[in-house]
């Protein structure tokens, strides 16, 4: 149902009942109340793990829906049967995996194989590759169907919003897509997951923009002293030089290597040595901290992509999932402009 086709009182009467739901009342000790809205904000953590569950839940399902929709429509049309459809267009079109390609992927990680014999871990090998190869030529073919059949899909995935006022930033600041990444200068996820961001800000140029937040976990020893290194460079306007710097030597990330470091990247060096002495940007990484606390980040990397929760260091095309989603209802919610076009 479009929100433009629900009268107006009742629109109005549904909102009323939505926004009253966090402020009624869960609980009552003696004259005061304890409302939804104050249990929702101390189980953030945990209501935010849950509600992406259950998201994910449903999109799996969904997709398999849709999948095994227009498999049948276009099944349909041809007037053949679908598994007729599947083994046409996906399962003869798929490239048979040979034995050379399979000793070629053994022959380059045999250290992965040392619990199996030689021939078990050929026949493990050549499975994958099928696997990949199939869900590649299924991919491939419902890309096309759905192109044709024209699909939407309206369920919404939870979002929070995760205030990014004077975070260190990349992109242009009115892009369709924020990337809000809480991350930890020691970790080596969040180290393996940059040069996928950097892939992301070429791909989606002018499209996606990239804020930082600090999340230092406890288990690795300077990385709270990292994280404000980082904010004492962005008071001189070299956050994103430092950033590349601490991750590029993670192990050398004590306060001497910082001071060192920031006079390698240009910074005035008395005046950075006596913000991170004097642990003036602590504050802001316990702020960032206590803001990812509350939308449930326990581990580092964790994004938000304009408000919806991706955990850990993912593919490339994990993320482009989310932003190619996230850009095509942007697109679907521009207005008209003379003649219909968008």
Partial sequence: MKIASVPQA?????????AGAQSQPAARVGNADVSVAEVDALAGERLTKVRNEEYQIRRQVLDGLIEKRLIEAEASARKISPAELEKTEITSKMEAVTLEQTRAVYEATPQKYTSMSQEQALSQIATVLQRTRLAAARKEFLTAVR????VKVFLDAPKVVVDSTGAPARGPAGAPVTMVAFSDFQCPYCLRVNPTLKALEMKYAGQIRIVFKDFPLGIHKDARKASEAGQCAAEQGKFWEMHD???ANQQKLQPDSLKAFAKEIGLDAPTFASCLDSGKTAAKVAADMAQGTKHGVTGTPTFFINGRYLSGAQSIDKFAEIIDDELSRAQERRPQGPGGNR
């Fill in 10 to 18: 009742i629109l109005c009467s549904l909102l009323a009942h939505l």
């Fill in 147 to 150: 192109k044709k059949y024209g």
């Fill in 245 to 247: 710097k601490m991750f």
